[in-house]
């Protein structure tokens, strides 16, 4: 089984390295659902880490239908994956009446080359999940991100569980959101799913002295992924592995 930590900085993907992660999904802005980050953070991430490393490739906040030239900003993107030596990529885009853009995805598929592709939770706002998935599963990606379409991955349990059935190992359905050490191994249990995607992240105490009396909300500290909730959710995640083998 596979944890798969989304970190939103090159600390934070570091940490997610410490703490057992199998593999890092970098971005920015998580509380924006996650954006693409720069390129020095994918260089940095890509020198520094021993794990594979996906970098999420999103334009911006909001929904999942995109115009040519965000179609052409996440192509650039994905190129300049391709020569820092990523392991993948994540991805998604929807038409405007909810199924897979087949097209433009097929676009940036082929620019990620030899890279794995994993599809995001724009999975989650399709029409069908499960012509969504033959979609994926055609246009030749590694996983599909998903909740099940419910807020958290616990909710969506049983649609998570279906799609593992039907993508019979064509693919890797990995469930997320609201996913923790206390939760992982019931969810591994329900769904039969092997890939988990969690952020584990914390708020850090600012190191400021100086504080603006008017601008409290732009003095929060880092928001980064905490070395031992990953390495609660690894340990959770490796004893449900153990409890599989013997069943």
């Keep these: ?5 989304a970190a939103n900085s090159v600390a934070s ?6 703490g057992g992660a199998g593999r890092v999904e970098l971005c920015a802005a998580l509380e924006l659902g996650g954006l693409t980050p720069s390129h020095a953070q994918i260089a940095l991430a890509r020198e520094r880490l021993r794990i594979p490393l996906y970098v999420l490739i999103r334009p911006r906040a909001g929904d999942f239908l995109y115009g040519d030239l965000e179609g052409e900003t996440m192509q650039r993107d994905i190129e ?28 940036l598929v082929a620019a990620a080359g030899t ?29 599909v991100l998903t909740s099940g379409a419910q807020a958290s991955a616990v909710e969506g349990a049983t649609l998570i569980r279906d799609l593992v059935a039907q993508a019979a190992g064509r693919l890797a359905v990995m469930p997320g959101a609201g996913i923790t050490a206390q939760n992982i191994a019931a969810l591994a249990a329900a769904t039969g799913a092997h890939e988990f ?36 959710m690894a340990a959770a ?11």
Excluded: W, Y
């Excluded at 089984?1 to 930590?5: G, H, P, V």
């Excluded at 993907?13 to 410490?18: F, T, V």
């Excluded at 391709?82 to 998604?92: E, H, I, R, Y």
């Excluded at 995640?237 to 069943?247: E, H, I, N, S, Y």
């Design 1 to 5: 089984m596979i944890l798969e930590i």
């Design 13 to 18: 993907a570091l940490a997610a390295q410490e």
């Design 80 to 107: 300049a994956c391709v020569a820092l030596g990523c392991d993948g990529v994540v991805l998604g885009m929807l038409d405007a009446e909810g199924n897979v853009d087949v097209a433009r995805c097929r676009a």
């Design 115 to 143: 890279l794995g592709v994993t599809f995001h939770r724009a999975f989650d706002l399709s029409r069908d999940p499960a012509r969504a998935l033959e979609d994926i599963v055609a246009l030749g990606c590694r996983r």
């Design 197 to 232: 995607h969690a952020s584990a992240k914390r708020q850090l105490p600012s190191a400021m002295r100086h504080r603006h009396p008017l601008l409290e909300d732009m003095q929060a500290g880092e928001l980064r992924s905490d070395v031992g909730q990953v390495r609660a």
């Design 237 to 247: 995640l490796a004893t449900a592995a153990q409890d599989a083998t013997r069943l």
